[in-house]
């Protein structure tokens, strides 16, 4: 009888939590989705999709999906939201910035400037940041060129209330959009009510940050030709003997710290731009000599399209930047040890002009062109 009674219990038990959550899911769709009088009133002023885009789980080849995929921080909803806050002067004290006036879909979310302008028409301190595949990129590593933001919400706070580039007052944010028609049914369907929010605010920008993903340049599209998951030794059929070429002299020189181009390798280093630098970076920040003129390493995807190129824009072109490391490297205290001879001396890479042309064909394999031109992180207003 005691047997009976618990099969019993385990059988309803197991409906309910059945019925339960089809209806979670139903009530999810059904709630979530824009009723006509909504799309209309959006699309007054923007260019959305009727349902939304998949920002959550996007379709990627297996070298991405084979590191791990972080879709639980990103909704739908949430991105889509994001996505017009991104593009929405409103977030700056005088608006007349968004965070698209530097970071420009046409050049991989980069600005063409070495520094960009802020709100006042003041230049940043820095170059900016491309921005792409953070998802897989920052698992453990802090944001900015001296990672002094732990998490994309921390870097947005940060940067609209930045004198320089937005000058917002973050306690005064909410009432820029407050009584906007279409803000209130984004953040409704996003959150669950009208509420707009601080945290909100920063939350979606950073879901949509976070959603930025390019996975389709030609080195992606050569990786699936060759039914290659993570591995990325050797040659790749689809590359010309000169993109092989120079996929060898990176995987040889560069990639212990710029990685394996889906994910990064090391967090930050010095790479010896400078015997001493004007702005320390990291060292900066923490006040420790031995992290004096470290800086993150960057990604290099869509590297062709992102320059002027390191923290402070020197160089303009990849020829230079090549140049730097072939043999412009500095003997500054804290330069990384890739980058030293066993002697200690600053290495000499000493790449001849063959070599060099490699190695920029295989950068711009790194390049996405979809990324550009792909509407779901386009400005949507009208
Ligand atoms: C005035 C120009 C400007 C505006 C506006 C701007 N940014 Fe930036 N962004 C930068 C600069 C410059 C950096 C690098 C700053 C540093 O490292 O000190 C940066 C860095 C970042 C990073 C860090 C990337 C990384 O790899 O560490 C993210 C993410 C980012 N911005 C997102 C945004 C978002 C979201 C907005 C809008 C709320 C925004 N930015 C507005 C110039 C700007
Ligand atoms: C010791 C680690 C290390 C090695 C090895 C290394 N780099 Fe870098 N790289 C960095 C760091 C750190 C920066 C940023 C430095 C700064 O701005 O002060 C950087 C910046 C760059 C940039 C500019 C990126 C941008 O968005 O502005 C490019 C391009 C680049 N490296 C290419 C290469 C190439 C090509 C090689 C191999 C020939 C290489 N790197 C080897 C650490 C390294």
Redesign the pocket.
Known sequence: MKVKFTFLVSVVAFFTLFLVSCTQDNADTIVKSYTPEELSVISNSLDLPSGTFEYKNPELPAHFTSGGFLGSSVTNHGATL?RV??YDTR??ANET???????NQNTG?A?ARA?????EGGD????????GN?RF??QDR????????SS?EE??RQ??S?H???GMDLDLLPNKFEGIDYYEILFEKAYGTKLITTDRI?NA??Q??RSVISSNSTFDQAMIADNKTWDVEGDLSKYTAQENLGKQLYFANCSSCHGNIVFLGRSSANNGLDLEYTDNGIGDLTGQASKNGLF?V??LRNIEVTGPYM?DGRFETLEEVIDHYSNGIQAHENLAPQLKTPEGTPMKMNFSEEEKAALIAFLYTLTDESLSSDEKYADPFK
């Open positions: 994001g806050l991104f977030l700056s910035k968004s965070c698209a006036s530097c970071h979310f600005d520094l960009s302008e802020g709100f940043t301190k820095r170059n900016t940041l491309a921005l953070v990129y920052y802090g944001f900015f060129w001296d990672e002094r933001a994309v870097q947005v940067t609209v930045n320089i580039e937005m920063t920008l950073s949509f940050v993150k960057p990604f923290h």
